[in-house]
Antibody, heavy 123, light 107 residues
Framework: QVQLMQSGAEVKKPGSSVRVSCQAS????????ISWVRQAPGQGLEWMGR????????NYPQKFQGRITITADKSTTTAYMDLSGLRSDDTAIYYC????????????????WGQGTLVTVSS | DIQMTQSPPSLSASVGDRVTITCQAS??????LNWYQQKPGKAPELLIY???NLEKGVPSRFSGSGSGTDFTLTISSLQPEDVGTYHC?????????FGQGTKVEIK
């Protein structure tokens, strides 16, 4: 059974950093990437980037470059998302999601999601 | 970035009704369009990928169509368990963008 288990809720001060973890079931890292998607209160979903664990490469959209780092520990099948320079508009639920790697590469569809981690940024 | 526009933002329909949600991309994305269902307080779940392919385990009352810039998600006979928010997402070009969601309620 596919599982993506995320770490617990966080409360952070503006300007600080947060790390959210996502432990995947065994075998996930061989054929899938892990993406991070966030959802601010009452808002839509926003893709923040991915890690391709089998080649240890991360991709980030321009909006988050310089503020986000996504890594993966293959020994524990755990992915991490570090976000720095937190602002109040970073308050959101952060999801990790599994993305299949197809015959032509990444597919950018998310077939399993973690339960979500609420990050609250407040002074 | 590719903008995804969903309509309507919300709808209320009776059990058994046919429900249609549309999603428009700001540029041609071929068939690289996915739909997700998000039940209240839960993570999204994949319903349809590549515009019209039903994910395993998804009831056949859900269907998707379209290509290019215009896409549709149809629920042929709305059921109480279909309450939630539906999101479209383009998988054509990074950054992969989502629509703002359509909230579906039972009348």
């Amino acid at each position: 059974q596919v599982q993506l288990m995320q770490s617990g809720a966080e409360v952070k001060k503006p300007g600080s950093s947060v790390r959210v973890s996502c432990q995947a079931s065994a075998g996930t890292f061989n054929s899938y990437t892990i993406s991070w998607v966030r959802q601010a209160p009452g808002q839509g979903l926003e893709w923040m980037g991915r890690i391709i664990p089998v080649i240890d490469v991360a991709n980030y959209p321009q909006k988050f470059q310089g503020r986000i780092t996504i890594t993966a520990d293959k020994s524990t099948t755990t992915a991490y998302m570090d976000l720095s320079g937190l602002r109040s508009d970073d308050t959101a639920i952060y999801y990790c999601a599994r993305e299949p790697i197809g015959p032509y590469g990444v597919t950018a569809l998310f077939d399993y999601w973690g339960q979500g981690t609420l990050v609250t940024v407040s002074s | 970035d590719i903008q995804m526009t969903q309509s309507p933002p919300s709808l209320s329909a009776s059990v058994g009704d046919r429900v249609t949600i549309t999603c428009q991309a700001s540029q041609d994305i071929n068939k690289n369009l996915n739909w997700y269902q998000q039940k209240p307080g839960k993570a999204p779940e994949l319903l349809i990928y590549d515009a019209s392919n039903l994910e395993k385990g998804v009831p056949s009352r859900f269907s998707g169509s379209g290509s290019g810039t215009d896409f549709t998600l149809t629920i042929s006979s709305l059921q109480p368990e279909d309450v939630g928010t539906y999101h479209c997402q383009q998988s054509d070009k990074s950054p992969y963008t989502f629509g703002q969601g359509t909230k579906v309620e039972i009348k």
